[in-house]
């Protein structure tokens, strides 16, 4: 069975919403990026194909039966309805602006004819009857039906073939195989439209039987025999079948929002998609048993006001939903659409101590109800257990609710996973739910923090585990002072029998060591820090002077007075590093800072400062350079020169 879908005013109302859909039981989804704004599926059962037409992109897009793009059909302007021969061999199409009807060999998806409607005739919906191709045309009142004889040696074009109403917009056509001689047209876009049923059997349409049902139809479907159809709308929350011969009700199937669409399976299964503005379901597959539920599913965990395109598989085995998100339309195939749809909750505490009886809850549910004794299986996943440690199967209770108890054997996050595996009537479910379970806090140290070292000096690390359950591995990394020194993993491996693991580390910069234990099932994660100081190295040079000698208890540098010393300072070479120059003289009784300067040290870590002017003869004096962490940078501790001495004469 095949189905045409009106369009809907929604889509033009909210067409600057921003939603997204989000598949629940559709077995799979993929995006329809060949489209912008699916108007009309039809379904080649014979090719295994779909084709959707675009009227935003002026094509229709071919898709297999798993929404795979196989190709388009281009240079369609504004095109809508579709409709297939019997035979499925030949796709119709109404090129709405183009006035002309399309047809396409389904197989080789070439081009074999194309019918010219009449300038401004704008045709919309097509259905293939008795062989001929009726379509509707025109626009607002000035709209009517016309027919393309195909049997005949020249295919023809008849216009104005309404007879017993005045059409509000182009009639939305349906038309069976199995009730030849029968067209259906619904005057879709006006709230008193009626439902009009001609009698094509003469090849003139003749009416049979008109009523107004209250009209702005949104989608209709007929049943397999053809003698009625299923109407989604009119603003109502209820999908309604007549009967074609008279009009008159058959039966009401009730829904939670407004239908979308709907379709018919060869079974005389009815599926229709929803508004969903209350987001609890927008799929709804009602069973030919009129006794049971209808069976209610979530797509698209959206409100999806641009529409649901809703067609089943030529064999009636799966459904396929196209949901229009305003982005990127999205075909989706349900499996096994006459199942109910199970849905699974478990609720596990957030948090137990280890070894202790926890207990898990939860409810399996569906449209049709599961039975108590309904088995469920369970699985617990932890550090002990990563692959999953069956647990059982438990029964359903009353309600469909379940509850099972269990000690867990490991700390850390427990995860339990209950399954359904389904039935002949409900589909399979899973859910998961984790519990933090308690783990002992291990002992973790690591030596040496606070301490200070030489520039470069080989420095031993020992980190100390105490009591674990298995693990015994522990991780020492050492992160140096500076963006350009990354993190770095050091040593990694067991601890010896005394709980201990060393690693030696040549210091050049201060320096965070972190030892690492990543825990096991009955001890947490522990982690803990040693941060230590590393000096530079600091040479002190002075230049200048006509002779050295030990004297007051240092080695003295001797400068004629006229004669500049120069002092140069080198330290390990750092971005933006500076030194700080220090002069003193001795006063008599102690050593008088005269002067102090940082200077800024060159790529190599030199900087040269010349000390100039006319010194008093005889005076003592002394300079060093010194690193102060902080002044140019912080990648080393504050580190002292030693002290020059030195003495000018005439």
């Known amino acids: 069975m095949r189905s045409l879908a009106a369009a809907t005013t929604l889509a033009v109302l909210f067409s600057s919403a921003a939603l997204t859909a989000t598949p629940a039981f559709a077995d799979s989804v993929k995006p329809l990026t060949a489209i912008e704004d699916a108007a009309v599926t039809v379904v080649d059962g014979t090719h295994q194909r779909v084709f959707i037409s675009d009227a935003s992109t002026n094509r229709i897009a071919v ?49 074999t004819a194309e019918y010219a409607t009449g300038t401004g005739t704008t045709p919309s919906s097509l259905a293939h009857a008795d062989g001929k191709l009726w379509f509707g045309y025109g626009d607002q009142w000035d709209s009517d039906l016309g027919v393309v004889d195909l049997s005949a040696e020249t295919p023809t074009v008849t216009l104005g073939l309404a007879v017993g109403h005045d059409f509000a917009s182009p009639p939305a056509l349906y038309a069976d195989s199995d009730n030849p001689g029968m067209l259906l047209a619904l005057d879709t876009n006006i709230s008193s439209g009626p439902m009009v049923v001609y009698d094509i059997s003469s090849g003139t349409p003749v009416l049979r039987v008109a009523e107004d049902k209250g009209g702005t139809y949104t989608g209709a479907a007929l049943t397999p025999d053809g003698q009625n159809v299923v109407v989604a709308g009119p603003g109502i929350r209820t999908l309604i079948e007549y009967r074609l011969s008279d009009l008159a ?221 298995k693990n015994r591995t522990v991780e020492i990394w050492a992160d140096p002072y500076g963006a350009d020194k990354p993190n770095k993993l050091v ?76 002092v140069t300072a080198t330290l390990p070479p750092y971005g933006g590093r500076t030194q700080l120059l ?21 790529s190599a870590g030199k900087s040269a400062v010349q000390l100039t002017g006319t010194p008093p003869k005889g005076v003592r004096f002394r300079v060093r350079n010194s690193y102060v962490s902080g002044s140019g940078d912080s990648v080393n501790t504050t580190t002292y020169g030693s002290w020059k001495y030195f003495t000018f004469t005439s």
């Not at 798993?66 to 388009?72: F, K, P």
């Not at 035979?87 to 002309?100: E, I, N, P």
């Open 63 to 111: 898709t297999d039966d798993a929404g795979s793009l196989i190709g388009t059909l281009t240079g369609l302007p504004q095109v809508l309805g579709l409709a297939l021969s019997p035979d499925d061999s030949t796709l119709y199409a109404a090129v709405h602006g183009a006035d002309k009807i399309v047809a396409y060999d389904t197989a080789t998806l070439a081009q």
């Open 249 to 469: 009700e058959v039966r009401t199937y009730p829904l939670a929002s407004n239908p979308l669409n709907v379709a018919v399976a060869p079974d005389g299964t009815i599926a229709a998609t929803v508004l969903d503005t209350d987001d609890v379901g927008d799929t709804y597959v009602f069973p030919t048993d009129p006794s049971k539920p209808v069976s209610v599913r979530n797509l698209s965990h959206a409100w999806m006001p641009g529409g649901k395109l809703t067609s089943w598989s030529a064999d009636g085995s799966k459904l396929f939903v196209v949901t229009d998100t305003y982005y990127t339309p999205q075909f989706r195939v349900v499996d096994e659409p006459r199942k109910y749809a199970a849905t699974l909750k478990v609720d596990a505490p957030a948090s137990a101590p280890r070894a202790k009886t926890l207990t898990v809850t939860g409810t399996l549910t569906a449209d049709l109800a599961l039975p108590s004794g309904t088995p469920i299986t369970v699985t617990r996943t932890d550090t002990e257990s990563p692959n999953g440690k069956p647990l059982g199967t438990k029964s359903l209770g009353t309600g469909g609710r379940f509850s099972f108890t269990d000690v867990p054997p490991a700390g850390g996050k427990v995860k339990y996973t209950v399954t359904y595996a389904g039935d002949a009537e409900h589909t399979s479910a899973s859910a998961t739910d984790t519990v933090d379970v308690s783990r002992a806090t291990p002992t973790l140290t690591l030596n040496n923090n606070g301490k200070v070292y030489s520039y470069g000096q080989d420095v031993k690390f020992t980190a100390h585990l105490g009591t674990t359950y």
């Open 582 to 602: 220090q002069i003193q003289y001795w006063s008599g009784t102690g050593w008088v800072t005269t002067y102090r300067e940082y200077f800024k040290l060159d």
């Open 491 to 566: 040593k990694t491996g067991t601890v010896n029998s005394d709980g201990n693991l060393s690693v030696v580390v040549d210091l050049k910069r201060k320096t965070k060591l972190t030892a690492k234990f990543a825990g096991d099932a009955r001890y947490a994660p522990k982690s803990t820090q040693s941060t230590v100081g590393a000096k530079v190295s600091i040479s002190t040079s002075v230049s200048g002077a006509y002779k050295s000698k030990y004297t007051w208890n240092h080695t003295y540098l001797f400068f004629r007075q006229s004669k500049d010393p120069v």
